[in-house]
């Protein structure tokens, strides 16, 4: 089993950059793909950055985040730069994993992120 802590959500101006990170421990021989989620209020939740074998970003986020993973801190970032109202939400950190052809998703508490002046 896999735990995954969140931290980092503050309140930002618009415009402003914030730091999101996931510390994960437990079962981690079997990770594969880690990444970040976002739910803002009335809404679901949305991916927003994986990165596994490959990066990927939504077409919200690319070219204002940037999602990193340490592989020997066992921690995976999410740099946000220029954000906006928009971004605000509860981010949610994600890990999958895969043992024996048996795949599971974990997920953190969640960290909130509001943009606001």
């Known amino acids: 089993q896999v735990q995954l802590v969140e931290s980092g959500g503050v309140l930002v101006q618009p415009g402003g950059s914030l730091r999101l990170s996931c510390a994960a421990s437990?079962?981690?021989?079997?990770?594969?793909?880690m990444g970040w989620y976002r739910q803002a209020p009335g809404k679901e939740r949305e991916l927003v950055a994986t990165?596994?074998?490959?990066?990927n970003y939504a077409g919200s986020v690319e070219g204002r985040f940037t999602i990193s993973r340490d592989n020997i801190k066992n921690t995976v970032s999410l740099e946000m730069n220029n954000l906006k109202p928009e971004d605000t939400a509860i981010y949610y950190c994600?890990?999958?994993?895969?043992?024996?052809?048996?795949?599971?998703?974990?997920w953190g508490q969640g960290t909130q992120v509001t943009v606001s002046s």
């Open positions: 994600n890990a999958v994993s895969n043992i024996v052809g048996v795949l599971r998703n974990y």
């Open positions: 437990g079962n981690l021989l079997g990770l594969a793909v």
């Open positions: 990165s596994g074998k490959s990066t």
